[in-house]
C-alpha cells in the first residue's frame, strides 16, 4: 500500500525551462510533506517543505504547491539548472512521526 | 562535522550469513532511522529509534533488527542474509518535534550498497 506516490519514474527537461514534479497521496492525515534530492553515491538532502495549513511555500528556485482536495504535490523548479539533475522524493509525515518517502523521479537536465 | 557516519560503505554476503551496519551522528539528535532503497520503491523505513533507550518498527522490518547503543549510535542487524535484503541503506536522524522549513529534518548519511548472494 504506497501512500505517497510518484507516477513518473523520470522527466527529462531542457536547462533554463521549468521543471515540474509530481506526487500524489492517500492518507489525508499526512500534515507535512517534504521534497529530497538526491545525487548518485550520496544520502538524501533536504530540500524544501510545506505545512499541510499553507497551499504553497517558495525558497529561490525552488516552490512547492499542495493540493489537499486533490490530495497532490508538485515542485517547480525554474529556471532548471544542469545541477538540478538528480532523483527527487517527496515525502509525508503525520504528526511529526516517520517520513513515508514517493518511489522517487529522476530529473535530466539538459544543455 | 562529520554529520551521519555509515560503515561499512560496501558489504557483498553470501546467503545465510550475518553482519551489522553501523551508523554514528554527531549532531546531538534525539531521534535516528533506518531505511532501505530499492529500484522502483523508494525509501521504506526499516525500523527507527524516537530516543535513546526506544527502538520501534517501520513499514519493512522483517529479517533486521537494531540497537540503540547510545544516543549517538544507532546499529542495524541482518541475522541471515537473504538475496531479497540486498539493497542500499541509509541511516538518519534528526532532532524530535515538528519539521520546518530547513530545521528538525532528516539528515541522511552516504548509504551502504550490500549485495547478498
Known amino acids: 500500500d504506497q501512500q505517497v506516490k510518484q507516477n513518473s519514474p523520470s522527466l527529462s527537461v531542457q536547462e533554463g525551462r521549468i521543471s515540474i514534479l509530481n506526487c500524489d497521496y492517500t492518507?489525508?492525515?499526512?500534515?507535512?510533506f517534504l521534497w529530497y534530492k538526491k545525487y548518485p553515491a550520496e544520502g538524501p538532502t533536504f530540500l524544501i517543505s510545506i505545512s499541510s495549513i499553507k497551499d504553497k511555500n517558495e525558497d529561490g528556485r525552488f516552490t512547492v504547491f499542495l493540493n489537499k482536495s486533490a490530495k497532490h504535490l508538485s515542485l517547480h523548479i525554474v529556471p532548471s539548472q544542469p545541477g538540478d539533475s538528480a532523483v527527487y522524493f517527496c515525502?509525508?509525515?503525520?504528526?511529526?512521526?516517520?517520513?513515508?518517502f514517493g518511489q522517487g523521479t529522476r530529473l535530466t537536465i539538459n544543455p | 562535522n562529520a554529520g551521519v557516519t555509515q560503515t561499512p560503505k560496501f558489504q557483498v554476503l553470501k546467503t545465510g550469513q550475518s553482519m551489522t551496519l553501523q551508523c554514528a551522528q554527531d549532531?546531538?539528535?534525539?531521534?535516528m532511522y533506518w531505511y532501505r532503497q530499492d529500484p522502483g520503491m523508494g525509501l521504506r523505513l526499516i525500523y527507527y529509534?524516537?530516543?535513546?533507550?526506544?527502538?520501534d518498527k517501520g513499514e519493512v522490518p522483517n529479517g533486521y533488527n537494531v540497537s540503540r547503543l547510545n544516543k549517538r549510535e544507532f546499529s542495524l542487524r541482518l541475522e541471515s542474509a537473504a538475496p531479497s535484503q540486498t539493497s542500499v541503506y541509509f541511516c538518519?536522524?534528526?532532532?524530535?518535534?515538528?519539521?520546518?522549513?530547513?530545521?528538525?529534518?532528516?539528515?541522511f548519511g552516504a548509504g551502504s550498497r550490500l549485495t547478498v548472494l
Open positions: 549532531m546531538n539528535h534525539n531521534s
Open positions: 515525502a509525508a509525515s503525520v504528526a511529526a512521526q516517520k517520513l513515508v
Open positions: 529509534s524516537a530516543s535513546e533507550g526506544t527502538t
Open positions: 492518507n489525508s492525515m499526512f500534515d507535512y
Open positions: 538518519a536522524s534528526r532532532y524530535p518535534g515538528q519539521w520546518s522549513s530547513g530545521a528538525n529534518v532528516l539528515t
